[in-house]
């Protein structure tokens, strides 16, 4: 069999990259960006120098490709720009990011299209999947003190409104609770290595998890291990919209601050009774490289059907576990009670 042609655009940072690194053993990989000379690819990778800015630049980056994987961002600037770019070319795609509003803007598609495949969003939906069976009470906690590059930085200042989640709301009986959960100070949380902040917010891709597994209770915190990055937020936005941008520094300096006299760490985990899945990395972002290049191996292998999808109903949770398990940027993967 011919081995795949697979264009990783975003390929030289801390997410593409990763990828790029996983993908290439598995195909022909061409990686691009606006800076080639940035990058440190594994020997036999294609550079190519690419601006989604430029629908030509763009059509001859995925032209000849059978999939194109998406690494850069900020999202809400990519959009379905890639998307439609990748499909127009006859080539499948996988997006690390991109969420409800890119999935919507691309709509249906004859084609095969996976958003949101990431760690989160992304393993945030696909690994409490694991402990989640009809009636029961799960609680997912996800977070830590890591790095925040400011494309992440400016995604993060935009994750608001009915698109990404609500604060303070939990699933139950079947529906959204709002205003339901007061944050949590100083606790301790199976999994974390500290004390830390547990703020309730109930994703978009947690109320897709309830509402196909049907739990009696959901609830999902993001934890921190200060004030700091929940301060920033609240004053970015409080500010007027047309200036959220400005708090792009602000929230990658509180962030900074979060690791000031610690290594920095990564945690997500998903408890239900005597069952338990848990996480840890050191880096979000490195993490989410493997889970893109998880993603694209899966829709090479036949795994995925066509159309418009997210990548947490798509994958298999068991099999990401393991893979993930089994990969040097992860520290460890824990599964209890857990056939």
Known sequence: MTSPRIAVLGGYGAVGGVAVARLAPHGRVRAGGRSPSRADPPPGVELSTVDIAEPESLARFCSGAN???????????????????????????????????AHRALGDTTGTAVFSAGAMPGLTGLLPRLVTTTGADVRVHVGGAVRMPPASAADVLLARGPDFGEPGALWRDGAIVRHALAPERRVTVP?????????????????RLAEELAPGQLRFHSVYVSEAIPSALAMAWADDPEYLS???????????????????????????????????????YQLSG????????????????????????????????DVLHHDPLVESVTVEGIP
């Open 290 to 321: 493997v889970v893109a290049a998880v993603t694209v191996r899966a829709v090479l292998d036949g795994l995925v059907p066509p159309g418009t999808h997210f990548a947490d109903q798509v994958l298999d949770a068991r099999a990401v576990a």
């Open 191 to 207: 999994g974390f290595p500290c004390l830390v902040d547990a703020m309730p917010f109930l994703p978009a891709e947690g109320a």
């Open 246 to 284: 400005e708090h792009t520094e602000s929230l990658v300096a509180a962030a900074h601050r979060d690791l000031r006299g610690r290594d920095p760490f990564y945690v997500l985990t998903a408890r239900s009774g005597d069952k338990a899945v848990t996480l840890r990395a050191a880096d979000p």
């Open 67 to 101: 999939i194109v994987l998406n690494c850069a961002g900020p999202s809400y600037r990519v959009l379905d720009i890639v998307a439609r770019a990748a499909l127009a070319e006859g080539a499948a795609y996988v997006d690390v990011a991109g969420d409800i509003p």
